[in-house]
């Protein structure tokens, strides 16, 4: 049997502070198929992103990993080495802008990045580089151009040929169609799939709406304030969801075809916790509707897929 693409167990961040140490990730697992999209969903503050920069090995001091075990192919992160960022793991950032550098011509910067992690002579990087450029469907006469000289979805295009170029096994986006229009959006999602599935490599996909994850992704996973709530099959996931908070998530999302002038879109009432004022027990128990006495006082172990006291007593039951 194949072991995963990726695997995470027991994964723990934490910022220490002057007065207390904030958990941002408590105890995540997960694993990561070859060839698979996983899509990772929550409001701001949920922990997608950390997870993204833990696996990349970029959380920023003072914050640490304090316990947990993130593998690739079958070996710990740390044992690939410089070779992990671009070359294993290539990276889509939110805002294409701050991936590129403004100075320099973006064809000289896909060139660079084949050169740096592929055993290749110049001339064989640009001819990559330019094949790259019509891979993502940018014309090759736009090889010289500045980054400021496209549009932000023809940005986000070349950031996502820029993170391919290395021809890595994973990519981690980060909300990269955050900033972009919303038929922008669809292309670049539709883009970045069909290139994926071509290549056969594996994506998280870090995003807040559902949407996104109901047309893009194979599997979704739910966090909430640093914790892993729910994960599953997304046609699944989105038909049945269990844990209140995905049932809270999947319906204050629009469906065009159901929305005229009179729709009242529901929410999920209060906002998510600051990490130095996380609630006991189950950390969505304040806004939960169905929430109990229990649920204030333990923490719901994660089990069959979804961590809510709700199942554990089905389970035991």
Known sequence: MTAPLLEIEGLRVVFPTRRNVLTALDDISFTLERGEILGFVGESGAGKSITGAAVMGLIEPPGYIESGIIRLKGKPVADHGAALRGRQIGMIFQDPLTSLNPLRRVGDQLTETILFHLNVTPNEARQRALAGFQEVGIAADRFDAYPHEFSGGMRQRIVIALALAAEPDLIIADEPTTALDVSVQAQVLDLLRDIC????????????????IAETTDRVAVLYAGRLVEIGPTAEVMRKPRHPYTKGLIASTPVLESVDADTVLSQIPGSMPSLDALPPGCRFHPRCPVATARCGEENPAFQGGVACHLFAEDDHG
Do not use: E, K, P, Q
Request: no cysteine; hydrophobic share 45%; charged share 25%.
């Open 197 to 212: 599935r071509r290549r056969g490599a594996s994506v998280i996909l870090i995003t807040h709406d559902m949407g996104v």
